[in-house]
């Protein structure tokens, strides 16, 4: 089948590969325009618009699916199928309407749970055990088309956001080629979404990264652990941010939350239960550090806390 893939962040990529190798035609890659960053604020091409470019595909950049010049160049490419993963913007009925078998997504969640632009994220910090992915047909509503196909995937104890996220991006890439072989031979037939189990997963803003320490030791280290590595932990010390990785369950004498204990190889912070043993540090404008060799330059004194 003539395809047009539309992707872009680095998770993406996966899929882009497996599609590029597969019996298919990919016909050109749709991806957000470059975007401004860092401190100069330049230019960037995407991580799929880089990708892409060095397998030969054509780029498309639209800055709107709407631009009626998009969609005259979507339907000149004759397609049969747009698969996405990650694109970042929704996908208007006129542009759904073009190609013959639609627009098929791949989520990363065991659809109808974790609908939403940040599934792997939400299961982390809700304390799931089991996730997947998900291939459906895009119709109008926010994930909530018929599915393809599924595949599950455990979350282990230590993962991170981008831990099970990579996992699911290298597995998801072969669902993803196999929901397309199934629909091109005429063997895969989507069914509705159960009305039941729907749950929501919105972007996790940087207000929502930051740490309640007034919390249960083991609900801050999902948070945490969800926000690694974007958009990162946070909470405040001496008045300034400080971001955090992932921490470890502790047993020691009890703390007010957000008290640090110092110990010869370990920082202790207090939570609405047991101590969180502390992992990484980064105070604001420096390197991530072992919380150990944070606690030892900031000089931290007896009952002092994060988040005053």
Same mark, same amino acid.
């Given at each position: ?35 401004? #960053?860092?401190? @100069?604020?330049? &230019? ?7 990708? !892409? %470019?060095?397998?030969?595909? /054509? *780029? ?108 699911? #991006?290298?597995? @998801?890439?072969? &669902? ?7 629909? !091109? %031979?005429?063997?895969?037939? /989507? *069914? ?108 931290? #004194? ?7």
């Amino acid at each position: 089948m003539r395809l047009v893939f539309a992707g872009t962040p680095e998770v993406a990529i996966p899929a882009l590969d497996a599609l590029a190798a597969s019996e298919h035609e990919v016909v050109a890659v749709l991806t957000r325009p470059d975007a401004p #960053a860092g401190r @100069g604020r330049a &230019l960037v091409p995407s991580p799929v618009t880089s990708r !892409a %470019r060095e397998l030969g595909l /054509a *780029v498309w950049q639209p800055a709107s699916l709407r631009d009626p010049s998009f969609l005259d160049l979507l339907r000149a490419a004759e397609v049969d199928l747009c698969p996405v993963v990650a694109y970042g913007n929704l996908i208007p009925q006129a542009a759904l309407d073009v190609p013959v078998h639609g627009w098929v997504n791949l989520h990363f969640s065991l659809l109808p749970a974790w609908r939403g632009a940040a599934p792997v994220q939400h299961a982390i910090i809700a304390g799931d055990e089991i996730t997947g992915a998900s291939t459906f047909q895009i119709e109008a509503g926010l994930d909530t088309g018929p599915i393809y196909g599924t595949l599950t995937e455990p979350v282990l104890a230590r993962d991170t956001s981008g831990d099970l996220l990579g996992r699911l #991006a290298q597995a @998801g890439a072969g &669902l993803l080629v196999a929901t397309i072989d199934g629909i !091109a %031979r005429g063997e895969l037939n /989507a *069914v509705p979404q159960s009305p039941d189990g729907v749950s929501r997963a919105p972007k996790i803003e940087v207000a929502d990264a930051r740490l309640d320490f007034a919390h249960p030791a083991l609900a801050i280290e999902r948070r945490i652990r969800g926000c690694t590595p974007a958009p990162g932990a946070w909470s405040t010390f001496r008045g300034e941010r400080v971001k955090f990785g992932p921490a470890v369950l502790g047993d020691g004498d009890p703390l007010a939350p957000g008290e640090l204990r110092v110990g010869k190889n370990q920082v202790e912070v207090g939570t609405a239960t047991s101590p969180l043993i502390l992992g990484g540090v980064q105070p604001l404008g420096k390197r991530s550090m072992p919380a150990a060799d944070w606690a030892r330059g900031a000089r931290i #004194a007896p009952g002092e806390r994060l988040g005053a």
